[in-house]
């Protein structure tokens, strides 16, 4: 008998690789919290071979602990046994959504958040309450109720109106002979709240001769859902990415938890024998934006940006696609830009998708750590891969009164193309 269902269940082999050496301990970040075995991944992973072997339903204690993990990842860099955590966590949260260890009411919460934040139309409507409500300021208005409404009142990007409208031509050729023909992912949030920095992408990529495609569908890769356990929406939504994107030469992800996931695609179709072949030829194909330039030689002119930044590792682009190295080469690859590094780069800010809505205690503190690691380098920039990053980081830094600009690393390198300040 087993607690989980025949659906795609944490496979018994890829339990078993953990050795629970505790080389994953010092990088998980609910585990420098609390301290506690089960908040961390040798202790979920205890909980997940468990599952298999006890009858009867999932406990409360086995659903809190996968619940409190991040989804970070920075377990799977540290482990020296190569634990293939990322795949064992998703399929144990969509055992757990299938299950019944849900309440009615925490259900509707998270049914709310996706019907939101994957909906780039319906999330657009609302960025004017969003501007407005950032002079209400949340934390007067609510004190200490509703943590989760604060949470989501605390992140609302003050350039978001800007952004919101920004709009990209569904084709934009390459300046100078062409390299290859890419596809660009717009993103959800991604679109909606930092539509300057889809903006700035494709400003870099025609630049260095690429041409590119950017559909205005998909509405949303599946991300969201895919690392929360709705592995069945996340299908759905990956089928239209992968329709929409064959046939390009690559496809080109600014946003680090989109490129995890499309990179993913392969582990989630891995039972479907129609769709598994193209998932895997789609995937093999994804690149982050910071990827593809870095196994080109640059074709457009550097000018100088005199400024001083601080590099943060979204923990999708560093620990779940492993890319560390590129942003950090193209970066220091600007005239008069100095890159800085902060102290537990491999911690989590704690936004990790929709965590910080659904956690927002935990989150909260990992925000302000990360914080505070970033101000004591002094850099007065910060260059984030990823908007759930820029906005946890953004808003726990204004928090604390400190001027922190996040900006994304290709925001930096299409200043120095168009020769201006960024």
């Not at 911690?347 to 690691?373: D, F, M, T, W």
Request: proline fraction near 7%; hydrophobic fraction near 40%; charge should be neutral.
């Amino acid at each position: 008998m087993s607690a989980f269902d025949e659906v795609r269940a944490p496979e018994p082999a890829l339990i078993d690789q953990c050795v629970h050496c505790g080389f994953c301990l010092p990088t998980c970040p609910t585990y420098l919290l609390w301290g506690e075995e089960m908040d961390s991944p040798r202790g979920r992973i205890v909980l997940m071979k468990a599952g298999h072997e006890d009858a009867g339903p999932l406990s409360a204690a086995q659903v809190e602990a996968w619940d409190n993990c991040l989804g970070c990842m920075a377990c799977v860099t540290a482990c020296p046994s190569g634990v293939q955590y990322d795949k064992l966590i998703e399929d144990t949260r969509g055992q757990v959504e299938r299950s019944e260890a849900r309440s009615r009411a925490e259900r509707l919460r998270r049914r709310a958040i996706f019907a939101l934040f994957t909906h780039p139309g319906r999330l657009r409507a609302l960025v004017p309450l969003v501007a407005a409500q950032r002079r209400l300021r949340p934390e007067r208005v609510l004190g200490d109720r509703l943590p989760r409404l604060r949470a989501l009142m605390r992140l609302a990007p003050s350039a978001g109106m800007r952004a919101a409208v920004t709009r990209l031509p569904a084709v934009t050729p390459a300046h100078g002979p062409r390299r290859a023909t890419v596809g660009f992912l717009q993103g959800c949030v991604q679109r909606v709240f930092f539509g300057d920095v889809n903006a700035a992408t494709v400003a870099v990529l025609t630049a260095e001769g690429f041409e590119v495609h950017a559909p205005r569908l998909p509405r949303c890769c599946g991300a969201l859902q895919l690392h929360t356990g709705d592995s069945g929406e996340a299908r759905a939504l990956a089928r239209a990415t992968i329709e929409a994107f064959e046939g390009y030469d690559a496809v080109v992800v600014n946003a680090a938890g989109c490129g995890s996931a499309l990179k993913d695609y392969g582990h989630l179709f891995r039972d479907d024998p129609e769709w598994r072949p193209r998932a895997e030829a789609f995937s093999a194909r994804v690149r982050d934006v910071t990827e593809l330039l870095a196994e080109h030689e640059p074709v457009a002119e550097r000018h100088p940006v005199p400024l001083t930044v601080v590099y943060h590792d979204a923990c999708h682009l560093a620990h779940a696609q492993g890319v560390r190295a590129q942003p950090r080469a193209l970066l220091r690859g600007i005239p008069g830009l100095e890159l800085r590094e902060p102290a537990e780069w491999e911690i989590c800010c704690g936004s990790a998708g929709v965590y910080n809505l659904l956690e927002p205690e935990p989150a909260a503190q990992l925000g302000r750590r990360k914080v505070g690691n970033l101000l004591a380098t002094g850099a007065p920039v910060v260059a984030a891969a990823n908007p759930g990053c820029a906005l946890q980081i953004a808003a726990h830094a204004a928090e604390q009164g400190e001027q922190l600009r996040v900006v994304h690393p290709i925001e930096l390198l299409h200043a120095s193309i168009a020769g201006r300040r960024p």
